[in-house]
Structures are given as C-alpha cells and as structure tokens.
C-alpha cells in the first residue's frame, strides 16, 4: 500500500496539472491555437533556467554516468530502428509512416521526465536526469529531422541538425550549467533565487499547456494507426526497455528517468514539427492526444512495478 501511494503521489498531480489545462481552455480562458506559441516560449526560456539550475546545484560526478548516457542513447538508437522497420512493413502512406514513427519513438521525457523522478525518489540529486535530456533531447530531434525529411522525399541536411543542436534552448542550459560548475562560479543569491523560482515554474507550465492542447474529438478516423502508436509508446517500448535497464543494474533516480524516456507519451513537440515539415499532421495530434490520455495509467503501472520491486 506505501508502495501505491508513493506512485500515486508521483503520476497523479502531472496529470491533474494537465486536466487544469484542459479546463482552462475549455473554459476559453486559453485558446488551443495559443499552445505552439506559449509552449515555443517555455521551451526558449523556462525549461533551459530549470536544467541550467539542476545541473548548478548538483554534484557533477555523479550526474556525469558515462554507463547510463552509452545506455540511454544506446536504447533510444534501438527503439528507433524498431518503430521505424515495424512500421515500414506494417504502413503503406508515406504521409502516415514518419508520423507513426516519430510517436513510438519520441516520449515526453523533457517535460515529465524531473518531476516524476522528484516524486519516485525523493531528496534524489538530479543531475543525471539533466545530463539524460542532454543526450536524448539532441537525439530525438536529429532522428525526427531525418525520418520526416525522408518521408517526404527531402535529403537532410547534416549542416542544418548540427547547427540545430548547437542552438537548441536546452543544450545551451545544460552546457552554461556544466561550466558553471568545472570553473567553479558562485552566482549571487539573488540570482540563484530566481533561477530556483523559474525552473520551479517550468514543468507545471509545460504540463498545463499540454492539457490545454488536448481535444478528444476525431479519434476515430486512425484506428489501426493509434492503436499501433499507443501500444508501441506505452506498452512494448517501457517492457523491453525498463527490462533492459533493471537487468543491467540500473536503480534509484536514474531508473525512474528510464519510466520517462521510455515509458511517458509522445512529445508534443512531434506534433509540431509534422506541421511544420509536412506529413499528416492531424494523425501526429491524435497520437499525441491518445497516448498521453491513456499514460495517466501506464505510467503509473510501470512505477507501481518497479516500485513494488525495491528497485527506488
């Protein structure tokens, strides 16, 4: 029962912050079209405070875990060419493959991936958790370009990703984190307090914004599609990957950021780049939308597991 209650107290206020954005714009008080912009903001400013913040306050040998980075990386690498050969054999509309890969693939870690390790493991130093979206976050995007270009019968450009991941928010956060820390720099306290009160900001900002762009209506028209997306996303992906992880050792806070690589839903980032690189974009938002309504309870199935295991 303690077991149950800690997994509850760490799945369920993500979604009732999300549930609180979904009423916001039902209610009109935001506007789903709102959400790209607002969330483009969080992304630029809110989201690189809190990871420059909890990589400044940390202690960088142990966020530093060369194993679990190779790990990570080597996992999201494997998942990819999983989804991607899956659903090469299984779907025939280019418009509809890139998009279907890109949601079994691609998770929330950036957004649920912190708060749910704070709450599975509490007092836990984040700084790995930090240096896994300095990996992952790189990553997806790289992978996402590719596939989506590929799809549309463009040839990617390897200058435009390398200059998209120099330029990315949240690896300029990390790397003036990490400097701060090898130089040894002090800021002022009332500096540090206000990158304390905005990275404390961030998640539940993220989170509301994504409740805000919920609508449930038009599922139906992608059947087969979503139900490939949702079981892939939520099901086989954490069962192989958590299995992997747990049986080469991994444990505590680090296992938990695996629930959230590879067992949160599909970024709503995904749904963003399909609109703006072509492919069937209303697919993408329902992927987004089925897979994070159904989370609610996968996630917190897999914490339960690991949970009821010992292994936080």
Known sequence: MSDFVVCVNAVLPLFIIMGLGYAARRLGAIRREDVPRLNKMAFRFFLPVLLFYNIYTSDLSSAVQPKLLLFAAVCVLCLYGLSFGYVLMTEKSSDK?????????????????????????????????????????????????????????????????????????????????????????????????????????????????????????????????????????????????????????????????????????????????VQQMGGDDVLAGDIVVLTNALSCLTMFGWAFVLKSLGLF
């Open 97 to 273: 493959r890139g998009v279907m890969i890109q949601g079994i693939y691609r998770s929330n870690f950036v957004i649920m991936g912190i708060p749910l390790a704070k709450q599975l493991v509490q007092g836990a130093d984040l700084g790995c958790v930090v240096m896994l979206v300095s990996v992952v976050v790189p990553m997806y995007n790289v992978l996402a370009v590719i596939t989506l270009e590929l799809f549309n019968g463009k040839k990617p450009s390897v200058g435009r990703l390398l200059l998209d991941i120099l330029k990315n928010p949240l690896i300029i956060g990390i790397v003036a984190g990490i400097l701060t820390l090898l130089l040894g720099i002090k800021l002022p306290a009332v500096i540090e307090s206000a990158a304390e009160q905005i990275g404390h900001a961030a998640s539940p900002l993220m989170l509301f914004l994504l409740g805000a762009f919920f609508e449930l209506r038009g599922l139906g028209a992608y059947r087969k599609e979503l139900a490939t997306a949702c079981i892939g996303r939520l099901i086989a992906a954490p069962a192989i990957f958590l299995s992997a992880a747990v049986m080469c050792g991994i444990r505590g806070v680090a296992l938990a950021a695996m629930i959230a690589i590879f067992g949160s839903p599909t970024a709503i980032s995904s749904f963003t780049m």
